[in-house]
Structures are given as structure tokens and as C-alpha cells.
């Protein structure tokens, strides 16, 4: 909206002065805009630490960053409490990530801060992965395509039987929007689903489960679906492994901590574990060197939502999140108290 | 009826011949130094032949059988396999259709999630240690793609229930049109190549469909374009495959069988854009004693004057 100013040059009277814009704190520029060089919205003022000389924690207490009404950030930077402590005009927090645990939510509860994420944007794509993983396992896929080009098939035979996907149990850790897409995906296998998850969920038909020890001792295979937070950490642990078997598979598109990966890996080298298909880590990059080694492993660099349509859909639900808000209508992707 | 000679053409699965064993005498082909002196001492004892794929029954092998009653597939294709003779001796000749077709169906998804995924790649980046140095980078989305199936028969038909699950519009090309099928029918290869992303070969191979997949149909696909066979290298004339890859206008590959079995062309073993994969179609364990114990029940049939449970002829 143009001002008018007055013929001597005095500021226009309030009122017809142009709104100013939103103002964004940007806590690290979104890897899913820069790599399709794709710009930011420009009806919001973003503020980019990372231009300032300032460090971080300076830049905070700054005249520029404390007018902030709203953060976005990656799921690789996070918002602490201390961090939202220091912009008081914060209401609003968007993340790129589907994962909540770099937020500290409690203090965004306590504050009224709305939080926005990923939303659905990747379910599809992170789904299909931890099918990928789960197939790939029992069918020695990637294994096998190794096999092939050592040129082993000519020289050595046959490679390994694999495991039939149909008729196995499958059990789902963490029924939201991708474990209901991974069921889906697995039901049309003939795969028998069952999950666990804080609470039943009304509208799923598949057995439930209310501790992973249960689902584990009654499935061949778990796809870890859920986020991270204080009680998933280290979820699946040694027992549960233990109760998985010496045949059980296990696919991790979740968080890498939502495992005791030590003890997995443990469990893994001494035939404890039958398999496991893993996107996530961890101590990312980081990868336990022992698994390197292993034919029965299908490791993926924290990939599943690494699609161009995926980063597109999220750049849209991004600059959609932030308008909604500022025009004081619902979230796109609100993350909900449950 | 272990006195009945039973001949297994080669090695096929250990868990079948220690079946055949219990029941029948078996002769393991591979076992003889000499095939002339096998026929000079125990043709006269063979009155079945175990083959699969790899070595079938062949018109010479009929021939040099006299006492021949039965040829049990351990396979469901039956290419290797000339029918039209064993009809005119009045052979019998069952197959093992069914039990493999969710396996096959499986892999077929795991070839197209695995080309436009990359997990392949994926995992050799970790393995290799290049993670440290940065992300792996983009891969394609698989769920809602346009998927295209050449023959709609059992096989064909469980790849698209699979794939309906991942919201991908389905279409098929067919010797004709199904009727009660909702999937769109184009007439010809071409046309489907045309109207779809990733093509899959599901269909037996006959004459008729000999390098059904050529230049044409590659070119139909385009740039973008995903091939999946899990039929037989010879639906796919491997050479244009092969140039079509180098040159851009194939985007890419999931093979689990090849024109030359084992030998694979170098450079596809050079290529990133393909999956390969050693005809493992069928090759988990619950399926290969399916099909053991089916080729098994057929010949323990026929011996004791039943009906065949899966004749082909």
C-alpha cells in the first residue's frame, strides 16, 4: 500500500501509514527454498542472523531481533526455551520438519505460541521409504543389486533366499499420518498390521498394542513411525529388540534415538536381530561402523523426504502457515495439544 | 513309487530334492559326468523330468526319454518348454502358477521404489562414507505415479493392487481388453509408454512377445521414464535398453532378469539410474517350498492316478 505523503513532507497522519510487515526471525535459511532457489515470501520482513556479525545470542538481545513475531526454523536448529525467552513478541513458531523435538514445547505452551510443521507434506514420501527399507530387508534388494555388479551372479550363482513380505506381521510404532500410510502401503502386501501408540486411535481397524514390548513379541517386523520426545527416547530398546527375534526386522524413519542404537547394533552383529532397514541415526552423520559390514542392513543418509515434490509442497505450506497466521486465520499445519 | 524315476535337470532347491528323494528315486542330472552315457543307462528308468527356467525339458530330452509320463515346472513360466510336442506325445506338464505371483509382485515395487529412490545408491553413499561430506541429494517421488503394466494376468494384476496403494493411476496393455477391469487399456505398447511413467513387463514370454519392449516403446517412455521388467530379458531388446540409458532417453532401470542369464552387460553395471537384481522374482523361502511342494503334490498325483493339481497340458 503506497503512503501519501503530505506536500511538506511531513510523515502521513497514523492511520494511513502501510502495515508493516510481519516480522520473522529466520533461524536458518530453509534448505527446501534455497535449493530450488525458490524466494522467500516478500509480504514478511525476515530477520537473518547469520548476516549479522553478531553472534546468535547477541543477535537475539538486539533492538532488530526482539520485534520477532514469529520463527521459522528447520528441524536442525533449535528453539529453546531460553531463545523464546528473549523475544516476547513471539506467537508463532514454524518448523520444516515434520519432528517437534528441537521445540521446546512446553514453554510454547505456556506462552500461547502457536506452532506450526511439516504437516502432511511428507508423509507420502517418507511412507514409501519405510516400505522401501521393510522390502529391501526381505528381499535382500540392495544386496542382491551388490551381488550383481561384483559380478557374482556369473561367477559365484545364486544369491541368498530372501523372506516373503506377505503374511507378515507388521507392527507400527506411532499411528499418525505416515504409520497410517506406511499400514496402508503394507495391507495391500498382505502384510497383518497392528500398532502401538499413546492412545488407541478410534477410526484405525488394526490391532492395538499399548506398550511396543507387546507389539514387538507379536510381530516379525516394526516400522518406527513415531516422533521424538522424552518418552519415545530410547523406545526400543534392548528387550524389545529381544522380543522382535532372531528373524525381526526393524525400519527406523522415525528419529535414530527412539532406538538404543548401541544395543541394536549389538543384537544385530550377534544374530539376535534378523535386520533392519535404518534412514535415521543417532549421532547423524554419523553411521556405527559395525553395520557397514553387514548384508543384512539397508542404511539411508536421513533421505525420505528428499524429494523435489515433497520440498515444493513444503515451501507452499510454509509461506501458507505464515500468511494464514498473519491473516488471523487457522493454521495449515498446526501442531495440536493432545 | 520310490521305484518311479524321477530326472531334476538341475540344481533348483535343496528342500525340493530331499522331497523328491523321499518319494521317488531321483536322478540328478548334473551328477552324471556324461549325458550320453546317462541316457544309455537310465532312460529307460525316467518317467519324469523336474525342470525350471534355467533347463527345462527340451525336444531332445523327450526324445531321449521313451518312458516319459509327466514334466513337473518348477517354475510358472514355461519357455523353456515346448508344448506343442509334449501335447502331441501326451506328456503332462504342470507349473507352479500362483504361489509365486505375490513374491514377483513384490519385487516389481521394490524395483520401482528402488530406481526412483535410489536406495541402492543410497546405501553404498553411507557404506562408502560420503555422508559426512553432505547430503545424498534429491530422489523421485514414487507414491501417485503413473504406472503402466504390459500383461494383466495374475502377476500383472497384484503389481497393481500394490501400486494402488501408493495412489498411482494404473493402465495395461493386453493381447485384449479385461473386461471388469478398471484400469485403463491402450492397445498397443507404444501407446501405454506414451501415457504412463513407469512401464513394467509382466507378461509370459512367447513368440509374439519377443523384445516387446524395443526402441520404440523406450522412446514412448522418455527421458523421465522408468522400464521394470520382472517377466524375461528377451521382452526387452538389451541392447537399445542399454543405449537408451546412456543417451538420456530412458530414465532409468529395475531389471531382475537379462537377456543372458547370469552375464549382465558392463555397462549397466556401470549405471546409477538402474536397480539389477539376479532373478530373484520368486526366491524367498516360504515361496520356494510352495513351489517344491507343488511340483511334489502334481507328481504324486499323476503316479497315483489323480487329477494334476496345476496341468498346463
Redesign the interface.
Known amino acids: 500500500m503506497a503512503s501519501h505523503p503530505q506536500k511538506d513532507g511531513a510523515p502521513p497522519p497514523f492511520g494511513r501509514r502501510p502495515p508493516r510487515p510481519p516480522c520473522v526471525l529466520l533461524l536458518r535459511h530453509p534448505l527446501q527454498f534455497s ?1 530450488f532457489n525458490r524466494p522467500l515470501p516478500d509480504n514478511f520482513h525476515f530477520l537473518k542472523p547469520w548476516e549479522s556479525p553478531l553472534p546468535l545470542d547477541d543477535f537475539l538481545s538486539s533492538d532488530n531481533a526482539c520485534s520477532a513475531e514469529a520463527i521459522l526454523t528447520s528441524g536442525k536448529v533449535p528453539v529453546t526455551a531460553d531463545m523464546l525467552r528473549r523475544l516476547p513478541e513471539v506467537r508463532l513458531v514454524v518448523t520444516t520438519s515434520a519432528g517437534l523435538n528441537h521445540i521446546d514445547l512446553a514453554e510454547c505452551r505456556r506462552r500461547g505460541i502457536a506452532i506450526a510443521n511439516a504437516g502432511g507434506a511428507y508423509s ?2 517418507v ?3 519405510a ?3 521393510l ?2 530387508v ?5 544386496a ?6 561384483r ?1 557374482l ?2 561367477s559365484e ?3 541368498a ?7 507378515k506381521r507388521v507392527g507400527i510404532v506411532g499411528l499418525g499420518s505416515i504409520g497410517l500410510k506406511v499400514a ?2 503394507l ?4 502384510c497383518a498390521i497392528s500398532y502401538q501408540s499413546r492412545k488407541k486411535k478410534p477410526h484405525a481397524s488394526y490391532a492395538f498394542y499399548s506398550n511396543v514390548y507387546e507389539l514387538a513379541a507379536n510381530c516379525d517386523a516394526l516400522v518406527i513411525c513415531c516422533c521424538l520426545n522424552e518418552q519415545t527416547h530410547h523406545m526400543i530398546n534392548r528387550e524389545v529388540l529381544l522380543a522382535l527375534g532372531k528373524d525381526g526386522v526393524i525400519v527406523n524413519i522415525g528419529r535414530g534415538s527412539i532406538i538404543d542404537e548401541k544395543e541394536m547394533v549389538q543384537l544385530l552383529v550377534q544374530g539376535e536381530l534378523g535386520g533392519a532397514g535404518l534412514d535415521v541415526f543417532e549421532n ?4 556405527p561402523e559395525e553395520l ?1 559390514a553387514l548384508d543384512n542392513v ?6 525420505a523426504a ?6 515444493s509442497d513444503l515451501c507452499d505450506l510454509v509461506i501458507g502457515n505464515l500468511e494464514a497466521f498473519f491473516s488471523n486465520k487457522p493454521l495449515l499445519s498446526p501442531v495440536l495439544d493432545e | 513309487m520310490d521305484a518311479i524315476g524321477v530326472l531334476m535337470t538341475c540344481p533348483m532347491f535343496a528342500y525340493l530334492e530331499q522331497e523328491l528323494e523321499k518319494r521317488f528315486k531321483l536322478y540328478r542330472f548334473w551328477d552324471f559326468p556324461s549325458q550320453r552315457q546317462f541316457f544309455k543307462s537310465h532312460s529307460g528308468s525316467i518317467r519324469a523330468v523336474v525342470g525350471n527356467t534355467k533347463l527345462g525339458a527340451d525336444s531332445a530330452l523327450i526324445d531321449a526319454l521313451p518312458r516319459l509320463e509327466i514334466v513337473a515346472s518348477y517354475s510358472v513360466g514355461l519357455d523353456k518348454i515346448d508344448l506343442g510336442k509334449y501335447e502331441e506325445k501326451g506328456i503332462r506338464v504342470t507349473n507352479t502358477p500362483e504361489v509365486l505371483t ?2 514377483v509382485a ?2 516389481a ?3 520401482m ?2 530406481v526412483l ?1 535410489k ?2 545408491g ?6 562408502g562414507g560420503k ?2 561430506g553432505g ?10 505415479k503413473s504406472i503402466g503394466i504390459v500383461g494383466l494376468g495374475r502377476i500383472g494384476s497384484a503389481i497393481a ?2 501400486a ?4 498411482c493411476p494404473i493402465s495395461y496393455y493386453s493381447r485384449s481388453e479385461k473386461p471388469h477391469v478398471h484400469y485403463k487399456y491402450y492397445p498397443n505398447p507404444v501407446a501405454l509408454a506414451r501415457h504412463c511413467r513407469i512401464l513394467v513387463v509382466a507378461c509370459a514370454l512367447t513368440e509374439e512377445t519377443r523384445h516387446i519392449i524395443g526402441r520404440e516403446v523406450m522412446d514412448a517412455l522418455g527421458p523421465e521414464g522408468v522400464l521394470i521388467n520382472v517377466g524375461r530379458g528377451a521382452h526387452v531388446d538389451e541392447p537399445a535398453l542399454i543405449s537408451a540409458l546412456l543417451e538420456g532417453r530412458l530414465g532409468g532401470a529395475g531389471l531382475d532378469v537379462f537377456e543372458n ?4 552387460a558392463e555397462e549397466l ?1 556401470r549405471m546409477d539410474n538402474v ?6 522374482g520368486s ?6 517350498e510352495a513351489m517344491a511342494d507343488l511340483v511334489v503334490a502334481n507328481l504324486e498325483a499323476h503316479f497315483t492316478g489323480k487329477p494334476l493339481l496345476t496341468p498346463v497340458v
Do not use: M, Q
Open positions: 535449493l507420502e514420501d511412507a514409501d521409504l516400505v522401501g527399507l522390502i529391501d526381505l528381499r535382500k534388494v540392495s542382491s543389486d551388490r551381488y550383481v555388479r559380478g551372479w556369473s550363482g545364486e544369491f533366499l530372501g523372506s516373503k513380505l506377505g503374511g496402508k502401503r495391507e495391500a502386501f498382505g547423524e552423520p554419523k553411521v557397514l539397508v542404511l539411508s543418509p536421513h533421505t528428499f524429494t523435489p515434490e515433497s520440498f | 505375490d513374491d513384490d519385487i515395487i521394490a524395483l521404489l528402488g529412490r536406495f541402492c543410497c546405501d553404498a553413499f553411507v557404506r555422508w559426512k547430503d545424498f541429494g534429491f530422489t523421485t517421488k514414487f507414491s501417485g493392487k500394490r494402488e496403494a501408493f495412489n542369464e547370469p552375464e549382465v553395471l536397480v539389477l537384481l539376479p532373478h530373484v526366491d524367498t523361502v516360504e515361496t520356494c
